[in-house]
Nanobody, 126 residues
Framework: QVQLAESGGGSVQAGGSLRLSCAASDYTFSGRCASWFRQAPGKEREGVAAILPSTSHLFVADSVKGRFTIAKDNAKDTVYLQMNALKPEDTAMYFC???????????????????WGQGTQVTVSP
């Protein structure tokens, strides 16, 4: 059974950094899209960044461009989200997601993803 496990969330002051990790079990990211989404209370789930792990192709939402970076470790089947210059509006539950098939370009729409982690909370205080 495919499992995605996020870690690295927490509380940080504005301007700080966090690195989220997403480790896969019974699944390999290679050749499939892996993405990070976030959802704040009362808001829709938002695509933050996506990567095709077998390549270095990245897709980053405009709202976090220049502050967030997505990266992968193919050997560990792990995807990371490096978040810098965090703002209070980045506060949300962050989810890792992956597709069953290869898609190009990697979408930032949650409907395209087949596997999801449980999420990790990120809270940014002013």
């Amino acid at each position: 059974q495919v499992q995605l496990a996020e870690s690295g969330g927490g509380s940080v002051q504005a301007g700080g950094s966090l690195r989220l990790s997403c480790a896969a079990s019974d699944y390999t990211f290679s050749g499939r899209c892996a993405s990070w989404f976030r959802q704040a209370p009362g808001k829709e789930r938002e695509g933050v960044a996506a990567i095709l792990p077998s390549t270095s192709h990245l897709f980053v939402a405009d709202s976090v461009k220049g502050r967030f970076t997505i990266a992968k470790d193919n050997a560990k089947d792990t995807v990371y989200l490096q978040m810098n210059a965090l703002k209070p509006e980045d506060t949300a539950m962050y989810f890792c997601a992956a597709t069953m098939y290869t898609l190009w370009p990697c979408p930032l729409s949650p409907d395209e993803y087949n596997y999801w982690g449980q999420g990790t909370q990120v809270t940014v205080s002013p």
